[in-house]
């Protein structure tokens, strides 16, 4: 069985926004809810989010994690495939880094 819990300690700012783990639920589920749910979201906004998938994206436990959630995320992949298209070079950018990843 997978195990959810906080990942060991990157430098992003967790949820408390204090530096230190940060948990699979603030690292992937709410940023790409919020790119789900956001009909009108600003270049910041989505590179933030972004960054803090890549970030969690650290280890082959964390990728794993992250394409076990895919399936129930329904557009997880095509959000981030969607970065690929940018018109900003950051977010194309760090949308290649993550697909890379995984």
Do not use: C, W
């Not at 992003?12 to 589920?29: E, Q, R, T």
């Not at 995320?73 to 290649?96: M, P, R, T, Y």
């Amino acid at each position: 069985m997978i195990s959810f819990d906080t990942l060991t300690s990157y430098d992003i700012k967790n949820s408390h926004g204090i530096k230190g783990p940060i948990s699979y639920l603030d690292a992937v589920v709410k940023p790409i809810r919020k790119m789900m749910l956001s009909s009108e979201m600003g270049n910041l906004e989505i590179f933030n989010n972004l960054e803090k998938i890549d970030k969690y994206l650290q280890d082959e436990d964390a990728v794993i994690k992250f394409l076990y959630t895919l399936p129930i995320l329904k557009q997880g992949i095509g959000l981030i495939a969607e970065g690929l298209f940018s018109s900003n070079s950051d977010i194309a950018h760090l949308s290649v880094k993550i697909i890379q990843k995984i």
